[in-house]
C-alpha cells in the first residue's frame, strides 16, 4: 500500500518569504499524480498544485511550485513571497493512476501547519 | 458553478436522532464522496459513489448511510451515532472515477461539523 509522509507538524515563516514544506511517498507504481492541498480555518480544502508523475517538469502555480524527485520519491512545496493568507493545514496526497474501481483512492499525509507572521 | 455545497454547516445531535447531510454539485461530476475528518488529522475516506452508484465503502459503520439520488446529489444519513462520530463531514466530487486527468482533481465543499452528544 501506498504511504505519504510529511515529517513537519508545523513551519513558521516571515511574511514575503520562501518556505518549504516536504513531503515523501513510498509506492512501488510508475504511474501515479502527487497533490499538494490547503486547509485554511474556513475547513474548505482547495487543490493548490497537481503533479503528474510522469512529466519531468515542475508543476508551477503562481507562487507556489514543487521540487519533484521521482527517484528520492519527494514531493516538497515551495511558498514564494508568503501572504497571510497562505496560514493553512497542507495536505500532501498521493493517487495511483489506476481507476476508482481497482480501489484506488487519494492517500494523504498527516499534515503540515504553516503559520506566516507579520 | 464550480462549487460543492454542504448543508448543514453545523449540526449538533443526540445519540438517538436521525439526521442527514446534504451535498449539491453542478459541475456535471459523475464521482461524488464522502470524508470524515478529525481536528488536526487528514481525511478519512468513507464512500464513493461513480455514476450514481456506490463503488466504494472503507467499512464504515451502518449508522452511517449514504444515498445519491441523482448526479448532482449526495446525502450521508445519520442514525444512532457515538460521540465519537463527532466529526468534520467532507463532501467532494470530481469529474469522474475513471483514469482521465480529471478524474483526479477533488473538488471540495466546506464541510458540515457534526457534534454528537
Known amino acids: 500500500a501506498q504511504t505519504v509522509t510529511q515529517s513537519q507538524p508545523e513551519m513558521s515563516v516571515q511574511e514575503a518569504e520562501t518556505v518549504t514544506l516536504s513531503c515523501t511517498y513510498d509506492t512501488s507504481e510508475s504511474d501515479y499524480y502527487l497533490f499538494w492541498y490547503k486547509q485554511p480555518p474556513s475547513r474548505q480544502m482547495i487543490l493548490v498544485i497537481r503533479?503528474?508523475?510522469?512529466?519531468?517538469q515542475n508543476a508551477t502555480e503562481n507562487r507556489f511550485s514543487v521540487n519533484f524527485q521521482k527517484a528520492a520519491k519527494s514531493f516538497s512545496l515551495k511558498i514564494s513571497d508568503s501572504q497571510l493568507g497562505d496560514a493553512a493545514m497542507y495536505f500532501c496526497?498521493?493517487?495511483?493512476?489506476?481507476?476508482?474501481?481497482?480501489?484506488?483512492?487519494?492517500?494523504f499525509g498527516a499534515g503540515t501547519i504553516l503559520r506566516v507572521k507579520s | 458553478d464550480t462549487e460543492v455545497t454542504q448543508t448543514p454547516k453545523h449540526l449538533v445531535m443526540g445519540m438517538t436522532n436521525k439526521k442527514s447531510l446534504k451535498c449539491e454539485q453542478h459541475?456535471?461530476?459523475?464521482?461524488m464522496y464522502w470524508y470524515k475528518q478529525k481536528a488536526k488529522k487528514p481525511p478519512e475516506l468513507m464512500f464513493v459513489y461513480s455514476y450514481e452508484k456506490l463503488s466504494i465503502n472503507e467499512s464504515v459503520p451502518s449508522r452511517f448511510s449514504p444515498e445519491c439520488p441523482n448526479s448532482s446529489l449526495l446525502n450521508l444519513h445519520l442514525h444512532a451515532l457515538q460521540p465519537e462520530d463527532s466529526a468534520l463531514y467532507l463532501c467532494?466530487?470530481?469529474?469522474?472515477?475513471?483514469?482521465?486527468?480529471?478524474?483526479?482533481?477533488?473538488?471540495f465543499g466546506a464541510g458540515s461539523r457534526l457534534t454528537v452528544l
Open positions: 467532494a466530487s470530481s469529474q469522474d472515477g475513471g483514469t482521465s486527468s480529471g478524474a483526479n482533481v477533488l473538488t
Open positions: 459541475m456535471g461530476h459523475r464521482a
Open positions: 503533479q503528474e508523475a510522469y512529466k519531468q
Open positions: 496526497a498521493y493517487r495511483s493512476a489506476e481507476p476508482w474501481e481497482y480501489g484506488n483512492k487519494l492517500v
